[in-house]
């Protein structure tokens, strides 16, 4: 997308999340949340995908994570077969972005590839002192 997300000491862009989100989904929620705000001093909202009306539009700006109905009806024919386990996606349609992955790990690793790609995430780490523990089941 060409759109900020950060303009002006606020961004117009919301987190989208599932209505029934596992660990994985949340903890991407909570780092994407925790790490942006610690980037640009500016927080994300975070919405639930039940809000009516929600669907996928060119004027609106989310961030979608996972399989929503927002994702949904951006990609209503969208094909995840193929997509391994643990990988991600990041997909942009309009001026929403859409964190996608081939189990909800992946979502977690499509929010870091996204730090990485927009605050160089690996520095930010390092200047914060985050420590980051992937447990496997």
Known sequence: TDEFLVKDNRSDYQIVMPNEPDSYVVTAREELTNLFLQATGVP???INEDIVGLEH???NKYISLGKTKLFESAFPEFDDSSL???SARI???DKSLYLYGGDSSGVLFAVYD???ILFDFVSLLQHFHYSICFVYQ
């Open 44 to 46: 994300l909202n975070t």
């Open 84 to 86: 391994k386990s643990q």
């Open 91 to 93: 997909l942009t349609k």
């Open 57 to 59: 539009n060119s004027q």
């Open 114 to 116: 996204l730090l990485e």
